[in-house]
């Protein structure tokens, strides 16, 4: 069984920045596409921001420019750097994590971050 983690989140000023973690843990055996997601309070979950084993990356357009995410292999571990963050940023972020471990292939989600972003 695969845990995924996340850490980071937290109340900032608009224009400032925040750092985002995520680690997988248990019986991983390879780790294909990870990726950040938020939703705001009565808004739907939406993609923020993905990266595949062979690192293409991909951000929502609402983030290009101010997010910027990355992984550590060795670590199981995923990224998010929040710069520039403004109010409509604030939202619960989720990491998600796709692979195969020992026995099957995961989809797995962590419990989610809070960040709020204050004007």
């Known amino acids: 069984q695969v845990q995924v983690v996340e850490s980071g989140g937290g109340l900032v000023q608009a224009g400032g920045s925040l750092r985002l973690s995520c680690a997988a843990s248990g019986s991983v055996y390879i780790i294909n596409d990870m990726g950040w997601y938020r939703q705001a309070p009565g808004e739907q979950r939406e993609v923020v921001a993905t990266v595949t084993r062979d690192n293409s990356t991909n951000y929502a357009d609402s983030v290009k420019g101010r997010f910027t995410i990355s992984k550590d292999n060795a670590k199981n571990t995923v990224y998010l750097q929040l710069d520039s963050l403004k109010p409509e940023d604030t939202a619960v972020y989720y990491c998600?994590?796709?692979?195969?471990?020992?026995?099957?292939?995961?989809?797995?989600w962590g419990q989610g971050t809070q960040v709020i972003v204050s004007s």
């Open positions: 998600n994590i796709k692979g195969i471990s020992v026995f099957r292939r995961f989809d797995s």
